[in-house]
């Protein structure tokens, strides 16, 4: 099984701020890797796959980027709407598709 | 528009059973796998494991072999996931979703709002 490892469990960030979010593979996923947003009360909301590929109707300021075992999302300029948990997702082998333990944006 | 409707909340004795229904629609029904995916309080997500809506096959996550069941209706595009012999740590939401290309394993887009199941005496 491959583990995902995301780091840091919680980020504090100023509206209008950067964050960046990191996420490791205990082996490589090529590109088959995916990041969700779950804001409280909701189901997970799908952002980017292949790494880097935005989802239909996501906004520009999510990005994501690596490859291997080392993956990055970053949100530029974070609005209100973005304060939320993230998730990232390998599906380059499995069963089990598997996720990180999330990394909580909250506002600083 | 692809939506996925699920039942409403379960509250359950440790032991029973609880069957969460997942009702799809806007797309083709038998074209996408569905996912179930976990979540218990304050804690992250775990697949549990897939249903073909196409042929009724399935495969399921290690942690639940034998005790979880995924079935579909082709004529109502419904997918259900039966859990049995229920403890309080199955105490979570549950999530179907469905995977994000026709005919494949990969992302989950879009889910299901989630069923809050609840065991306890």
């Known amino acids: 099984e491959i583990v995902m490892t995301q780091s840091p469990a919680t980020v504090s960030v100023s509206p209008g701020e950067r964050a960046t979010l990191s996420c490791r593979a205990s082996q490589s996923v090529m590109t088959n890797l995916a990041w969700y947003q779950q804001r409280p009360g909701q189901a997970p909301r799908l952002l980017i796959y292949?790494?880097?590929t935005r989802a239909t109707g996501i906004p520009a300021r999510f990005s994501g980027s690596g490859s291997g075992t080392e993956f990055t999302l970053t949100i530029s300029s974070l609005q209100s709407e973005d304060f939320a948990v993230y998730y990232c997702?390998?599906?380059?082998?499995?069963?089990?598709?598997?996720f990180g333990q999330g990394t909580k944006v909250e506002i600083k | 528009q692809v939506h996925l409707v699920q039942s409403g909340a379960e509250v359950k004795n440790p032991g029973a059973s609880v069957k969460v229904s997942c009702k799809a629609s806007?797309?083709?029904?038998?074209?996408?796998?569905i996912h179930w995916v976990r979540q218990a309080p304050g804690q992250g997500l775990e697949w549990m494991g897939w249903i073909n809506p196409n042929s009724g096959g399935t495969n399921y996550a290690q942690n639940f072999q034998g005790r979880v069941t995924m079935t579909r209706d082709t004529s109502t595009s419904t997918v259900y996931m039966e859990l049995t012999r229920l403890t309080s740590d199955d105490t979570a939401i549950y999530f179907c979703?469905?995977?994000?290309?026709?005919?494949?394993?990969?992302?989950?887009?879009?889910w299901g709002q989630g069923t809050s199941l609840t065991v306890s005496s």
């Open positions: 806007g797309y083709t029904f038998t074209a996408y796998f």
């Open positions: 292949g790494a880097s």
């Open positions: 979703a469905r995977d994000g290309y026709k005919d494949a394993l990969v992302w989950f887009d879009p």
């Open positions: 997702q390998q599906y380059e082998k499995w069963p089990p598709w598997t």
